[in-house]
């Protein structure tokens, strides 16, 4: 199918919501077996909660069924190499085992230990359904029988001497591949071949192969695939470089480096993004890189093995990995730093009776399978919410019915207290008249789409804190910017104190000039500056939050962004400072 197949909007096409945020674990289940076709997304979320839904025949998901899970944090999951069983380990030493198309917990495992990855390592046709878990603090694996007791069927205490970053089966060759947090890699085979050195491989001595690539880097993988003839092996590391392998030599196909250097270089050279964006998302990175967000990204091949697919800060990007090209990249204009990736490729079944032999035998196009809808799922940093990119571009945005965030989760009681807290009538307005030495700006407030920004302005502005504060950046043609006591642009404070959440809204776009936006320095940074553009500045859409419109002295925006300003700062000669802000 390869690049057709692939051809996916690049616009997150719909949301779902999960309770907590989802930290990495998704699992799209799409394989074949010989009585079903399984079309199922499986996600976890750091609070023990497990989520099935059901890839739908003409668009979107359905939820299935929610389990909690562990009482703790969720360390791992994973799903057979034919779709059948999922698992899910926890710091509460315990391991839940699933089947998937009745989608009903079967069994439970008591470990007795901190476990850390886990993984199917049986193929279909098996007798026993052998599962490996490693120990969180050891290098230690165990191998357990999913359908059996909590007596580990086989332990390899010594063939890894460091915690385990990633285990992994390549189904075709029958071989698992384990990597610890040394860099080192080992192949081994399950239960059939007794967990010994798999004889398909094309080398006996690791020094003839390029797998000690990871310790000279002093890297380990976090994420490995699999192409699906397994002739391909792809990894992703703590050095942000891709690194492609010939499974069956161990030798070194190509290498994509994804170093922040890297993309600060790419920058300077040739603007992939408006400086401003860039360093809003440099930020995400350096964040990711502070919480250990790295080890969560990981790496998929699409059905042809010829592409392969990882999130990056730019977007999705999609490597041909025969001619070393970056043939797209999926959601570069959205506002988030994707991290976990599943592809569905093919058509999702109905959920309907079995086919008679007539009906096989007709030619009637009714019965025919619908056309293919390839998907990317994917989930994102700091995000409770799952997104979907597909052949078909969302919903008009501006368009007040557009369905593109579901909301299929109820607000926590903490969520609902908040909101009702910010619905006080006497803290909010919906219109504004800011007096500055230059003039009177009328604005009209959007309470009802934005209600905390507005709560946080119309409060702010009946306090006085506005007063006095000069004009601090202007930008001629762009906007001018203000609500900083410092005057520097690096303070003011929101009215809770520090920084406080976006509230984007599929009305309220940067599509007109003078536009009352939230100044920020990142994703849920808003303090107190805003900003009044002069001319429409859709870049700027979903990165930060629009609460209001000028109607009023739009003359006086504009002798504002006209002032000279020093080039190094952007900050006027002539201070021009607000007086004070009437609330309506």
């Not at 069956?248 to 400086?275: A, C, I, N």
């Not at 440099?282 to 964040?287: F, G, K, P, S, T």
């Not at 790295?294 to 042809?304: K, V």
């Not at 809204?505 to 000039?513: C, E, G, Q, S, V």
């Amino acid at each position: 199918m390869g690049l057709v197949n692939n051809e996916e909007a690049e616009k997150v096409a719909k949301e779902y919501t999960h309770k907590r945020k989802l930290l990495f674990w998704m699992r799209l289940i799409s394989s074949t077996t010989l009585t079903q076709v399984t079309d199922f997304i499986i996600t976890a979320s750091q609070d023990g909660h497990v989520k099935f839904w059901k890839k739908k025949e003409d668009e979107g998901v359905e939820f299935v069924k929610h389990f909690r899970c562990h009482l703790g944090v969720i360390e791992c999951i994973s799903v057979s190499a034919e779709g059948a069983l999922f698992c899910s380990v926890g710091d509460d030493q315990a391991m839940k085992v699933f089947d998937v198309v009745n989608f009903d917990m079967i069994n439970m495992l008591k470990l007795g230990f901190h476990p850390g990855q886990c993984e199917w390592i049986y193929n279909p046709g098996d007798a026993i359904s052998t599962v490996a878990c490693s120990e969180k603090s050891t290098g230690k694996i165990f191998v357990y029988d999913g359908r059996g007791s909590n007596q580990p069927l086989h332990t390899f205490e010594k063939m890894h001497t460091a915690p385990l970053s990633q285990i992994r089966l390549n189904p075709r060759y029958r071989v698992i591949v384990s990597a610890d947090k040394t860099g080192m890699l080992e192949y081994w085979t399950g239960l059939p071949s007794e967990f010994k050195f798999p004889r398909q491989v094309e080398w006996q001595f690791k020094t003839d192969t390029d797998l000690y690539e990871f310790a000279k880097c002093r890297t380990y993988p976090t994420s490995l695939a699999f192409s699906q003839d397994g002739k391909k092996m792809a990894t992703i590391a703590t050095d942000r470089k891709v690194r492609i392998f010939r499974f069956l030599t161990g030798k070194l196909m190509r290498v994509f480096d994804e170093s922040l250097t890297m993309f600060t270089e790419l920058q300077q050279m040739r603007q992939q993004l408006p400086d401003m964006e860039f360093g809003r998302r440099m930020a995400v990175e350096r964040e990711l890189e502070k919480v250990d967000g790295i080890r969560l990204t990981n790496i998929i091949f699409d059905e042809t093995g010829h592409f392969v697919l990882y999130g990056t800060m730019l977007g999705i990007k999609v490597i041909n990995v025969e001619t070393n090209r970056c043939v797209r990249i999926l959601g570069k204009q959205e506002n988030i730093r994707v991290v976990q990736l599943s592809l569905f490729q093919g058509v999702a079944k109905a959920m309907q009776a079995a086919p008679t032999i007539e009906m096989k035998a007709s030619e009637n196009p009714a019965l025919q399978s619908s056309d293919p809808d390839p998907t990317v799922f994917c989930t994102a940093f700091k995000k409770n919410r799952f997104y979907m990119f597909t052949k078909r571009e969302p919903e008009d945005t501006k368009s007040a019915d557009s369905d593109r965030d579901i909301f299929n989760e109820k607000p926590s009681k903490e969520e609902v207290m908040a909101a009702t807290q910010a619905e006080g009538p006497k803290r909010v307005s919906d219109s504004a008249i800011i007096h500055t030495t230059m003039g009177d700006i009328h604005i009209k407030l959007f309470p009802v789409e934005c209600p905390k920004t507005v709560e946080n302005f119309c409060v702010h502005s009946r306090n006085g804190y506005y007063n006095s504060h000069i004009f601090h950046r202007v930008i001629k043609g762009f906007m001018i910017q203000t609500g900083d006591p410092t005057g520097t642009g690096m303070g003011g404070e929101s009215i809770w104190g520090g920084e406080f959440e976006d509230e984007f809204h599929a009305t309220l776009r940067h599509d007109r000039p003078y536009t009352l936006s939230m100044a920020n320095a990142g994703p849920g940074t808003n303090g107190s500056q805003f900003f009044i553009t002069v001319v429409p500045t859709p870049w700027l859409d979903n990165k930060h939050t629009v609460f209001g419109r000028t109607t009023k002295g739009m003359e006086v925006v504009q002798r504002i962004s006209n002032l000279k300003v020093n080039p190094k700062t952007d900050k006027p000669y002539e201070d021009i400072s607000i007086i004070n802000i009437t609330i309506k």
